[in-house]
Nanobody, 122 residues
């Protein structure tokens, strides 16, 4: 079992920045892939970014590439999502999740956090 707790969401104006954190605990996560997803009201949950716990290989959705950066701190078992140049369309609940292999589909992720709200005003 893996427990995930997100934090760092909030209200920000367009063009601003936020940094989300996801603290993992429980079974060792060193062999997993950590992902960030988001869900806007009335829309399906979508992939944002993912990082391998060992090696730190990253992959981003086209919609956030160049604006968002995913990183991890192995010593703290924490994954971060630095979000810059935020747009109103980035608004949604952001979730971190864990998968056993590199993937972008939500069905590939086995454990999920409770989510943190990000609201970008225009």
């Amino acid at each position: 079992q893996v427990q995930l707790v997100e934090s760092g969401g909030g209200l920000v104006q367009a063009g601003g920045s936020l940094r989300l954190s996801c603290a993992a605990s429980g079974r060792t996560v060193s062999t997993y892939v950590m992902g960030w997803f988001r869900q806007a009201p009335g829309k399906e949950r979508e992939f944002v970014a993912r990082i391998t716990w060992t090696g730190g290989s990253t992959y981003y959705a086209n919609s956030v590439k160049g604006r968002f950066t995913i990183s991890r701190d192995n010593a703290k078992n924490t994954v971060y999502l630095q979000m810059n140049s935020l747009k109103p369309e980035d608004t949604g609940v952001y979730y971190c999740a864990v998968a056993r292999s590199s993937a972008v589909a939500t069905t590939s992720y086995n454990y999920w956090g409770q989510g943190t709200q990000v609201t970008v005003s225009s």
